[in-house]
């Protein structure tokens, strides 16, 4: 019997790829004299290619693009203060987010989250998509001082929802900071499939966060 459901932030409950697009577009727009010189359609591609889907924390994206545009209206730091203030004005939840987690708060189950990234930049995010209330637990990994797939801040997290790895589930995205290292600890875990990625060994996959609540059911 499944106790406990944990998820990943982006590109699970959080749209990122597209969020980012969306933010970039509107960047470059509102900036527009900085970037004069740049055709948007390469900026965009550039900033995409640059921060890996995430995985490149913006300061070095901004100071790569800095260099390879030779900007010089705007600083690598102001680029990355704007990205800040302005991404979570641009986020976009996957389909069906709010109805899946209702569905599980209804069932009385014990819901947290862990996500890897900067805190205040995450909570923004989290809060911008109206679920932070859904959650009995957020673990970020800049404030717990560890971040996926190290085991302890799964193990943290189970611990402070109060419910074993053996009755505990984790959804995520990514096939080791999720999958893997969720299995790792004992949980059974969901991979939300992700283009980056063809075939990853999980209990199940789904495509929907519809589907949870189905593949809950079936447990």
């Keep these: 019997m499944i106790t406990g459901v944990l998820f990943d932030l982006d590109g699970t409950l959080l749209n990122r790829d597209e969020s980012v697009r969306r933010f970039i577009d509107n ?67 996957f389909p069906h987010l709010l109805w899946m987690l209702q569905e599980l708060n209804g ?22 998509l109206g679920i932070e209330r859904y959650f009995h637990t957020i673990l970020i990994s800049e404030r717990e001082g560890i971040k996926k797939p190290d085991p302890r801040i799964f193990n943290r997290a189970l611990e402070r929802l109060g419910v074993s790895a053996s009755q505990s589930v984790f959804i995520g995205d990514h096939p080791e900071n999720d999958v893997w290292a969720a299995k790792h600890v004992g949980m059974k875990a969901i991979w939300k499939r992700h283009f980056q990625w063809d075939i990853v060994e999980a209990d199940s996959i789904i495509d929907d966060l519809a589907e949870i609540p189905v593949k809950l059911d079936e447990w």
């Design 27 to 93: 960047q470059y727009d509102r900036l527009g004299s900085v970037f004069s010189h740049i055709p948007k359609e390469e900026y965009v591609k550039s900033f995409l290619k640059l921060e890996n889907h995430g995985y490149v924390w913006k300061d070095k994206v901004y100071k790569q693009l800095i260099e390879y545009f030779k900007i010089t209206e705007i600083s690598s730091c102001e680029l990355l203060q704007d990205y800040i203030v302005e991404f979570r004005n641009f986020c976009v939840p």
């Design 107 to 128: 069932r009385n189950l014990r819901i947290g989250m862990i996500t890897n990234g900067k805190s205040e930049f995450q909570m923004e995010n989290i809060r911008a």
